[in-house]
């Protein structure tokens, strides 16, 4: 979607390697979903940040809004083998009068291979 | 359930036939949505329900598709006279957020989606 820009594409590192992977709107958002996509599979989620500045982490994995509602951005510490997959951001944009349904706006995803 | 399920998990259908792909949500969730994903690319909205209503079909490609929810629970996407471009895989999500415009945000749990090839 233009609507949602996320960088790189793809990203090969080597285990034990610290990553980013980027997400841009050119909308506010109302809220910004982080999941994680095995080949032929659904979508596992992640996280889920709602307001600026916001920052969350889960094990080795942290996430970030910043404070305008427009970037988003994962980090991966001391990457393992099993965070390989298709990591994909999803935008709840907002809507008119500063609402939302849940609607998500999905970027085209970012293909991580972590070789051992 | 545990989880969202979407049977089936494959299907292959030659140009023209219908198809009816069938998404059980998380037991009590209100909110169910599908979305169409092509190879490679990130997921894309098709429609929304609210219990059985369906709220925003807006992102239907065109009317050959057809998604209802008439109980409020299990929903069925029917694609009728496939092309080759409905080849994809088609995903459905469940929330627990009950209204359009509630000021929070629900976390959408995915299926593991139905894989449709066109011949």
């Known amino acids: 979607s233009q609507e949602l820009e996320q960088s790189p594409q793809s990203l090969i590192v080597q285990e034990g390697k610290n990553l980013t992977i980027n997400c841009t709107s050119s909308k506010t958002l109302y809220g910004l979903y982080w999941y994680k996509q095995k080949y032929g599979e659904g979508l596992i989620f992640l996280m889920m940040l709602q307001k600026g500045g916001e920052e969350k982490s889960h094990e080795k994995i942290t996430a970030k809004l910043d404070e305008k509602k427009q970037q988003s951005s994962l980090h991966i510490t001391a990457s393992q083998p099993s965070h390989a997959g298709i990591y994909l951001c999803g935008a709840d944009i907002l809507g008119a009068g500063g609402t939302s349904y849940g609607k998500l706006t999905f970027g085209q995803g970012t293909i991580l291979t972590v070789h051992p | 359930g545990a989880g969202v399920s979407q049977s089936p998990r494959y299907k292959v259908a030659k140009r023209g036939q219908d198809v009816a792909l069938r998404c059980d949500p998380i037991s009590g969730h209100v909110s169910l949505f599908w979305y169409q994903q092509a190879l490679g690319q990130g997921p894309e909205f098709l429609t929304y329900f609210q219990n059985e209503a369906q709220l925003d079909k807006s992102g239907l490609p065109s009317d050959r598709f057809f998604a209802e929810r008439p109980e409020g629970s299990v929903s069925t996407l029917k694609i009728q006279r496939t092309q080759q471009e409905d080849s994809a895989v088609y995903l459905c999500?469940?929330?627990?957020?009950?209204?359009?415009?509630?000021?929070?945000?629900?976390?959408?749990?995915f299926g593991p989606g139905t894989r449709l090839t066109v011949l």
């Open positions: 999500a469940s929330s627990f957020r009950s209204f359009p415009g509630q000021r929070l945000t629900d976390t959408q749990y």
